[in-house]
Structures are given as structure tokens and as C-alpha cells.
């Protein structure tokens, strides 16, 4: 169910995974309008790299314990 964590947390990967694939895409892709744009789904990809690592990091001390 919801209610675990850990269930929780592989469904937020899971969203942040479709969306990076969707930015990673966007930028291969060069549908960006222009520089500025590029910066910021640059910049989004970033953090969202940074939000999975973080969780990936976090379940994987939750499953050594």
C-alpha cells in the first residue's frame, strides 16, 4: 500500500525517472526554443538527477538495516 514508505518512495522514483527520460529526450531532441530554455531543462535535469540519487541512496540504507 501507500502507507509504506519504502512503496512510496519506489513510486516517486518511478515519476522521476519518466520525467527525467522525458527532459533527457527534450534536449537530445533540440526542441528548445532557445538558449534559455535549454539552461533551464539543463537545470531541471539536474535536480531531478540529484532527487533520485538521493532517494536511491536513502532505500538502500533502509534495506541494509
Avoid at 16 to 37: A, C, H, P
Avoid at 48 to 63: A, S, T
Wanted: glycine share 6%; proline share 2%.
Amino acid at each position: 500500500t501507500m502507507e509504506d514508505p519504502t512503496t512510496f518512495s519506489y513510486h516517486v522514483l518511478k515519476a522521476l525517472r519518466e520525467r527525467i527520460e522525458l527532459v533527457e529526450q527534450n534536449i537530445l531532441e533540440g526542441s528548445t526554443k532557445d538558449y534559455s530554455s535549454y539552461q533551464k531543462l539543463v537545470g531541471e535535469l539536474t535536480g531531478l538527477r540529484f532527487c533520485e540519487g538521493e532517494i536511491r541512496d536513502i532505500l538502500k540504507k533502509i534495506e541494509v538495516e
